[in-house]
């Protein structure tokens, strides 16, 4: 099965109760290893054409998502933190 089923969390992430709060995005190194990333943390994306994801303390780290599909990741991460409760 694919490492990020239709959710886009990891399988592993969802038993081990890493998205309690929805605080990160889900993404694949290009080794093929799932890790989650704090979506607060990004500076810029850059596609070349490798996707590289520049974090705020400058680290860079090589990712296989494309740079929309981190964009809608990061756009969904953002719309879940500031939703009303009940409404």
């Known amino acids: 099965p694919p490492a990020f ?3 886009g969390r990891p399988r592993h992430a ?4 890493f998205f309690g709060n ?10 093929g290893r799932a890790f989650v990333l704090n979506a607060d943390q990004i500076q ?3 596609a070349t054409p490798d996707t590289i994801i ?3 303390n400058h680290e860079k780290i090589l990712v296989r998502e494309p740079v ?12 879940s933190v500031r939703a009303m409760p009940g409404v």
């Open 5 to 7: 089923p239709a959710s």
């Open 68 to 79: 929309d599909e981190i964009v809608r990741r990061v756009i969904a991460y953002a719309r």
């Open 14 to 17: 969802r038993r081990a109760g």
């Open 54 to 56: 520049t974090l705020l």
């Open 44 to 46: 810029y994306l850059e």
């Open 22 to 31: 929805d605080a990160v995005i889900a993404l694949t190194r290009l080794n």
